[in-house]
């Protein structure tokens, strides 16, 4: 009887994730996405091992380079050029994989709560159904990008499955279990972090299970316990708290540019973290996605909606801290959420919001709901209709999201209605304009969001580009003073770095009235006297690489030298390293050339994958002027 009941909750897993497959198929036919071409544009290059190497530890998403996931991106490479589709299977694959893990790492925690098989499979499978269905998680899956958030939560559920498989065996052989418990973890840990530096929190995560729901193991001395759980569990904590502490004190440019503190980011962060929440509940498709950047930011605990917020997550922690044992599934959901969100929304000067940043920390609360409802006394006919309602309205909320991510021009227009405030949406929005409408279509669109919210001004610079490349022949001067002035004030964005870059080339390969490459160095030095751009150390990388090229452009060596070596003052870039190198090889200077390399070989990054790549193009520089050298030499003089 038993085993007939467990295969029908297996079926019936097996047709919710069918049904997922199927809720998430009408996104095949989307697009990709902002901080796709950022990350990911670099596919267009791998065309054998090497420059699949290159490309999996050249990242640039985060301090590990994340080259794990970079990995499984390098491995479709041929198919970067066929668009999204692809791309989206594969995502969309590896969530139902996460969901038949999470199921299998739910089921065995509620066996060892000591739970009867047939309830942990219905506990199990109910959460992973919810959480699979789940639309709060539908752009983790969809911003493609996001691959590193879906990869990462992988290798943590294998090691919390791999945890539990070895914790179960260690009232039998204890030493052994220890030791398939440790490996678990630190090969989840490595593995996740590999692809996400959120994997650094499985550690943490697994004390929240230990600290909660699972029972000291009888058969491991009181003393050797505590020697484990500080080395593998409380020790990785709290080395991650001093880490979260260095960031207590933001740097002035960094409040300049992010528009808050670390105080700041933390309190609005207990609000969002209470927005997510909701939408984990009623995952409305209007209400979910990826340009929701327009938050606001909750300056002090005077605001009664930011002191209600920090003040329930300070009770519920304290709560769920105390009475963690007497009310072990309620402390397990608090507990879980919070520190599945320790990294990411707290004081790291992250962006604010984004919701792919819910997909391990939703888990807890959905496993304590989905015992409460399933377990004894709770568990009955009301309790599985509930269960089974929220599953389709969940189904239906992510089937209409879907279907609105795979129209990307209607998505775009909808998107850029609901955010209009999102430089993000209009950006977006203004591609398909320009296919579908024209370029004057996209002028408009510019003009209309500034003139509303003025802090985007900075998107004129692509309308001038736009401008220039469709109506060359027409006076710009008035627009590029309106400009400068703009560009004083505006709000911080990286992109506008690009924006320059791209106008400065429009701009040197044709020629447009009222605007030349001079121009557009004005634009950049306006900019720099915008107070949230005048210290970034990455804008001023961009502003003196930027003089460096118009100084090369005219002739002036001295000029070129002296701002590339501003440039690398404010960071070191293999690009600039290079641009060094060769100018003063260019110019004769092979000593001065040989001594830069050598200085910069002092340099390396920290990340050790990335400092072997670091000397390599190093390397290829040295060659280069000791070849450059040679061929000098044995020229004729005269």
Same mark, same amino acid.
Request: glycine share 6%.
């Given at each position: 009887?038993?085993?007939?009941?467990?295969?029908?909750?297996?079926?019936?897993?097996?047709?919710?994730?069918?049904?997922?497959?199927?809720? =998430?198929?009408? *996104?095949?036919?989307?697009?990709?996405?902002?901080?796709?071409?950022?990350?990911?544009?670099?596919?267009?290059?791998?065309?054998?091992?090497?420059?699949?190497?290159?490309?999996?530890?050249?990242?640039?998403?985060?301090?590990?380079?994340?080259?794990?996931?970079?990995?499984?991106?390098?491995?479709? /490479?041929?198919?970067?050029?066929?668009?999204?589709?692809?791309?989206?299977?594969?995502?969309?694959?590896?969530?139902?994989?996460?969901?038949?893990?999470?199921?299998?790492?739910?089921?065995?925690?509620?066996?060892?709560?000591?739970?009867?098989?047939?309830?942990?499979?219905?506990?199990?499978? *109910?959460?992973?159904?919810?959480?699979?269905?789940?639309?709060?998680?539908?752009?983790?899956?969809?911003?493609?990008?996001?691959?590193?958030?879906?990869?990462?939560?992988?290798?943590?559920?294998?090691?919390?499955?791999?945890?539990?498989?070895?914790?179960?065996?260690?009232?039998?052989?204890?030493?052994?279990?220890?030791?398939?418990?440790?490996?678990?973890?630190?090969?989840?840990?490595?593995?996740?972090?590999?692809?996400?530096?959120?994997?650094?929190?499985?550690?943490?995560?697994?004390?929240?299970?230990?600290?909660?729901?699972?029972? !000291?193991?009888?058969?491991?001395?009181? !003393? &050797?316990?505590?020697?484990?759980?500080?080395?593998?569990?409380?020790?990785?904590?709290?080395?991650?708290?001093? =880490?979260?502490?260095?960031?207590?004190?933001?740097?002035?440019?960094?409040?300049?540019?992010?528009?808050?503190?670390?105080?700041?980011?933390?309190?609005?962060?207990?609000?969002?973290?209470?927005?997510?929440?909701?939408? /984990?509940?009623?995952?409305?498709?209007?209400?979910?996605?990826?340009?929701?950047?327009?938050?606001?930011?909750?300056?002090?605990?005077? $605001?009664?909606?930011?002191?209600?917020?920090?003040?329930?997550?300070?009770?519920?922690?304290?709560?769920?801290?105390?009475?963690?044992?007497?009310?072990?599934?309620?402390?397990?959901?608090?507990?879980?959420?919070?520190?599945?969100?320790?990294?990411? @929304?707290?004081?790291?000067?992250?962006?604010?919001?984004?919701?792919?940043?819910?997909?391990?920390?939703?888990?807890?609360?959905?496993?304590?709901?989905? @015992?409460?409802?399933?377990?004894?006394?709770?568990?009955?006919?009301?309790?599985?209709?509930?269960?089974?309602?929220?599953?389709?309205?969940?189904?239906?909320?992510?089937?209409?999201?879907?279907?609105?991510?795979?129209?990307?021009?209607?998505?775009?227009?909808?998107?850029?209605?609901?955010?209009?405030?999102?430089?993000?949406?209009?950006?977006?929005? /203004?591609?398909?304009?320009?296919?579908?409408?024209?370029?004057?279509?996209?002028?408009?669109?510019?003009?209309?969001?500034? @003139?509303?919210?003025?802090?985007?001004?900075?998107?004129?610079?692509?309308?001038?580009?736009?401008?220039?490349?469709?109506?060359?022949?027409?006076?710009?001067?008035?627009?590029?003073?309106?400009?400068?002035?703009?560009?004083?004030?505006?709000?911080?964005?990286?992109?506008?770095?690009?924006?320059? $870059?791209?106008?400065?080339?429009?701009?040197?390969?044709?020629?447009?009235?009222?605007? &030349?490459?001079?121009?557009?160095?004005?634009?950049?030095?306006?900019l720099h006297t915008n107070l949230r751009y005048t210290?970034?150390?990455?804008?001023?990388?961009?502003?003196?690489?930027?003089?460096?090229?118009? *100084?090369?452009?005219?002739?002036?060596?001295?000029?070129?030298?002296?701002?590339?070596?501003?440039?690398?003052?404010?960071?070191? $870039? $293999? &690009?600039?390293?290079?641009?060094?190198?060769?100018?003063?090889g260019g110019a004769g200077e092979f000593d001065a050339?040989?001594?830069?390399?050598?200085?910069?070989?002092?340099?390396?990054?920290?990340?050790?994958?990335?400092?072997?790549?670091?000397?390599?193009?190093l390397d290829i520089l040295r060659e280069h002027i000791?070849?450059?050298?040679?061929?000098?030499?044995?020229?004729?003089?005269?």
């Open positions: 009887m038993m085993l007939r009941q467990n295969r029908r909750t297996l079926i019936g897993f097996g047709a919710v994730l069918a049904f997922a497959w199927f809720c =998430y198929q009408p *996104a095949i036919s989307g697009a990709f996405q902002f901080d796709d071409y950022g990350n990911l544009g670099g596919l267009a290059e791998v065309e054998d091992t090497a420059s699949a190497i290159e490309f999996m530890f050249t990242g640039i998403a985060g301090p590990t380079g994340r080259p794990l996931a970079l990995a499984s991106f390098a491995l479709q /490479a041929e198919q970067w050029t066929q668009g999204p589709s692809a791309f989206l299977r594969v995502n969309i694959l590896i969530h139902l994989v996460n969901a038949a893990l999470l199921a299998a790492f739910l089921y065995q925690l509620s066996i060892q709560r000591a739970v009867a098989r047939y309830e942990a499979a219905l506990v199990a499978t *109910a959460a992973a159904s919810l959480w699979v269905l789940m639309p709060l998680l539908v752009t983790a899956s969809l911003l493609i990008v996001q691959r590193m958030t879906t990869l990462s939560a992988m290798f943590m559920l294998l090691g919390l499955n791999g945890y539990l498989y070895s914790r179960a065996r260690i009232g039998i052989r204890p030493k052994q279990a220890l030791a398939g418990m440790s490996a678990s973890l630190i090969a989840g840990t490595v593995l996740a972090t590999l692809c996400k530096e959120s994997g650094l929190l499985l550690p943490a995560l697994v004390l929240v299970l230990e600290e909660t729901v699972l029972e !000291r193991p009888g058969s491991v001395r009181v !003393r &050797d316990w505590r020697i484990y759980a500080w080395t593998f569990l409380i020790l990785p904590l709290v080395l991650l708290l001093v =880490y979260l502490a260095s960031w207590l004190d933001y740097p002035d440019h960094l409040v300049a540019s992010r528009g808050f503190n670390a105080w700041e980011r933390f309190m609005t962060e207990g609000r969002i973290l209470w927005v997510y929440l909701a939408k /984990a509940v009623v995952g409305i498709p209007g209400q979910l996605g990826i340009y929701q950047e327009s938050q606001a930011v909750s300056r002090s605990l005077a $605001s009664p909606e930011t002191i209600l917020a920090c003040v329930a997550w300070s009770g519920l922690f304290l709560a769920s801290t105390v009475w963690r044992r007497r009310y072990p599934l309620f402390s397990l959901a608090v507990l879980w959420y919070l520190v599945g969100h320790l990294i990411e @929304s707290t004081v790291v000067p992250l962006e604010l919001y984004f919701e792919h940043r819910n997909y391990i920390p939703v888990i807890g609360p959905l496993f304590a709901l989905a @015992s409460s409802l399933i377990m004894p006394p709770a568990r009955g006919r009301i309790a599985g209709l509930l269960v089974a309602a929220i599953a389709i309205i969940n189904a239906w909320f992510l089937y209409s999201f879907a279907t609105l991510s795979g129209d990307p021009p209607f998505a775009a227009r909808y998107w850029a209605a609901k955010n209009p405030g999102s430089h993000r949406a209009v950006m977006n929005l /203004a591609i398909y304009e320009l296919e579908e409408e024209g370029p004057l279509a996209v002028v408009d669109t510019i003009e209309s969001t500034i @003139s509303t919210y003025p802090g985007l001004g900075y998107m004129r610079i692509p309308q001038l580009d736009l401008l220039c490349q469709i109506a060359p022949e027409n006076d710009y001067r008035e627009i590029v003073q309106q400009l400068e002035r703009q560009l004083t004030t505006v709000d911080f964005r990286y992109a506008a770095t690009k924006m320059l $870059s791209d106008l400065y080339s429009t701009t040197s390969n044709t020629k447009c009235g009222g605007v &030349d490459p001079a121009t557009v160095i004005s634009l950049a030095e306006a210290n970034d150390p990455v804008y001023n990388q961009f502003y003196h690489k930027m003089l460096a090229i118009h *100084a090369r452009e005219q002739g002036n060596y001295d000029a070129m030298i002296e701002h590339l070596r501003q440039a690398i003052a404010h960071g070191q $870039s $293999s &690009d600039i390293n290079k641009m060094m190198v060769t100018t003063l050339a040989r001594n830069f390399i050598d200085n910069a070989e002092a340099l390396r990054p920290a990340n050790p994958v990335q400092a072997i790549m670091w000397q390599r193009d000791r070849k450059l050298e040679q061929y000098v030499r044995t020229q004729p003089r005269g």
